[in-house]
């Protein structure tokens, strides 16, 4: 079982990103993906969701209007398009997986795979 994230890098205020993860070794269809993020002495957080079993997505506050999150199923990946990104974006972004039959969102104690994250600096 693996998710690969990817995408990370150096990005100006106001500008875009977009983050890929690549899933493998489990049934794609069944599950439900998150992106966190966490920067050091913070808590981990959830920035948006998407399930498959509905096409349901949940955006985190600050996320919202700002990210898409999309898969694609044949390619069984979950993008994170990051736009207007603000400085208090910067952080390492994690990919995640828990097997899901509902809507978003899903807790953190479901998740059951993760990914070991790709960086982002949001900086001029």
């Known amino acids: 079982v693996q998710l690969v994230e990817s995408g990370g890098g150096l990005v100006q205020p106001g500008g875009s990103l977009r983050l890929s993860c690549a899933a493998s070794?489990?049934?794609?269809?069944?599950?439900?993906f998150t992106w966190f993020r966490q920067t050091p002495g913070k808590a981990r957080e959830g920035v948006s969701c998407?399930?498959?079993?509905?096409?349901?997505?949940r955006y985190e506050e600050s996320a919202e209007g700002r990210f898409t999150i999309s898969v694609d199923k044949t390619k069984k990946t979950v993008d994170l398009q990051m736009s207007s990104v603000r400085e208090e974006d910067t952080a390492v972004y994690f990919c995640a997986a828990a097997v899901w039959d509902r809507p978003c969102p899903v807790d953190e104690i479901d998740m059951e795979y993760w990914g070991t994250g790709t960086a982002v600096t949001v900086s001029s």
């Open positions: 998407v399930a498959n079993s509905d096409g349901s997505t």
């Open positions: 070794g489990f049934d794609f269809r069944y599950y439900a």
